[in-house]
């Protein structure tokens, strides 16, 4: 079975599209960043690496150094797909990612975006 095209992408040419789409939305690359940091445990500094090297987007989530264990919390649907019940492993990063960045673009706040408990 072949690996689905976006496997083999780099991560570098995605990445601006998430940007892009964060920004024509009145958001922010930071806000984007922040997500992904979030999502991976990628630090800035080792963020821009990756998208130095031209790394690829299997390779990206394969080698995240910290994938955050709340990502099960999300939920929904993205590209008419619902993404718990994503079964490949890489795919469902993937989609999680894409998920977080739709509802950044939604004007969803951030707190809500990082599953982070409502403050009392």
């Known amino acids: ?18 940007v892009n789409k964060a920004e024509r939305k009145g ?45 099960s919390l999300i939920k929904g649907v993205v590209c008419g797909v619902r993404v718990e019940e994503v ?3 890489t795919m469902r990063e993937i989609r999680y990612l894409d998920k977080l960045i739709d509802e950044l673009a939604k004007g969803k ?3 809500k975006i990082l599953r982070r408990p409502a403050a009392s």
């Open 1 to 18: 079975m072949t690996k689905p095209r976006i496997y083999t992408m780099s991560f570098a040419r995605v990445y601006p599209e998430y």
């Open 27 to 71: 958001r922010t690359k930071a806000e984007v960043d922040a997500i992904i940091h979030w999502l991976t445990g990628y630090a800035p500094d080792a963020l821009t690496a990756q998208l130095d090297q031209q790394t690829d987007v299997e390779t990206f989530f394969a080698h995240a150094p910290a994938l955050n264990p709340d990502r």
């Open 87 to 89: 079964q490949e492993p």
């Open 109 to 111: 706040p951030m707190d």
